[in-house]
């Protein structure tokens, strides 16, 4: 094991100054970090080996809004995408992206307990990275990862019993956490970025510290987040479907039938352009899409009818000043945010 290092002993400061109303901290904290303060100087880094995606709403869920039921919309996304997309399975494809090191989800643990067994009060330091060594990933233990500072980490605590973690409950915090994540769900198509809030994690640590089971990710992602960079990221990912000159021409007939044949919902403004009438839809940007014309626009996927359910927010957690509010059964017109979530297992690795 390791000494907790600098970069971490920051964050966490900044973290409990944040929660205990502390003035002067210096650079970005990440929101509460929990409803206790750590002490440990015990330190284990580890990198998911194996991402576990939902196909449904019921796995790896965690209630967001406090209305007694566990919240997961990402699964409705993901197993939508592998339904349309024939090609495409976000599970492989993360896994894929994990053995060959573009994609790393990193961990660093930090306990009073050097057998991080028993700690009535963990720290946690999340954040992604690469690879830094040469080939690929061993995944043994032995990989050196090259963090992303470019990205803030995300910081978290939690009592540790019998190797359970769980950070702290989201709904008990007045500052939710953040976390970016850019996960690779579609081979040769870039990876969809999720800017997670309301971040909680829970995990099992292995009785000989070198591996981590059962670790769940959840959170959610703001409404004008799905809108600005999820809706674009899928259209991104079925013109990668189109575009991919291996891809079988079945599946580029389904995607193609679905998003690119005038099934967004028509704007007036683009009559004048549209070359096939009333079947335009208009972009973020202002372009109009055209039907059959071989891409598919932003607006074909986020006004398509049977995605825009899938899109709209499940639980609201802010309130209209942009503060941190859950509100449980909230009216559908007033939720604010998509819930997701996520499984994963880790090795022992160094950052």
């Known amino acids: 094991m390791k000494s907790v290092r ?11 100054c944040g929660w205990l109303g502390c003035s002067g901290a210096a650079g970005t904290s990440m929101g509460v970090i929990g409803t206790c303060t750590p002490s440990g100087n015990h330190a284990a ?29 990402l699964g409705l996304i993901l197993s939508a995408l592998k339904s349309t997309s024939k090609g495409v399975d976000p ?13 790393a989800f990193l961990l660093e643990l930090v306990s009073a307990d050097a057998t991080f067994q028993s700690d009535s009060c963990m720290a946690t330091h999340a954040e992604t990275g690469t690879f830094a060594g040469s080939g690929m990933p061993m995944l043994d233990g032995s990989d050196l990862y090259m963090a992303n500072r470019d990205v803030a980490v995300a910081a978290m605590t939690g009592a540790l019993a019998q190797g359970a973690f769980a950070s702290a409950d989201p709904l008990a915090s007045t500052t939710p956490i953040e976390l970016k994540l850019f996960l690779p769900i579609a081979s040769g198509a870039p990876p969809l970025e999720f800017d997670i809030v309301s971040a909680q994690l829970q995990l099992t640590v292995a009785a000989d510290g070198k591996t981590l089971h059962r670790g769940e990710l959840h959170g959610a992602v703001r409404k004008s987040d799905v809108d600005s960079k999820v809706a674009p990221g899928l259209a991104a990912i079925f013109n990668a479907v189109l575009n991919d000159s291996m891809g ?50 932003i607006c074909e996927v986020s006004t398509q009818s049977a995605i825009v359910n899938i899109l709209d927010p499940d639980v609201k957690l802010f ?28 090795v022992a690795a160094s950052f």
């Open 6 to 16: 600098p970069g971490l002993a920051t964050t966490l400061c900044m973290s409990v």
């Open 45 to 73: 880094q580890f990198v998911m080996s194996q991402a576990k995606i939902p196909m449904d709403n019921m796995q790896y869920s965690l209630d967001l809004d406090g209305d007694g039921k566990k919240d997961n919309k």
């Open 91 to 103: 599970e492989a494809s993360i896994n894929s992206a994990i053995r060959k090191g573009t994609f």
């Open 248 to 297: 079988m021409a079945s599946t580029k007939k389904s995607v193609a039938d679905l998003f690119d044949s005038g099934s967004g919902t028509p704007d007036p403004a683009c009559g004048d352009t549209c070359t096939k009438k009333d079947l335009c839809c208009k972009n973020p940007d202002g372009s109009c899409s055209q039907p059959s014309d071989g891409k598919i626009d």
């Open 319 to 346: 309130d209209a000043q942009g503060h941190y509010k859950p509100v449980a059964g909230a009216p559908a017109a007033e939720k604010d945010c998509l819930s997701l979530g996520l499984g994963f297992d880790a």
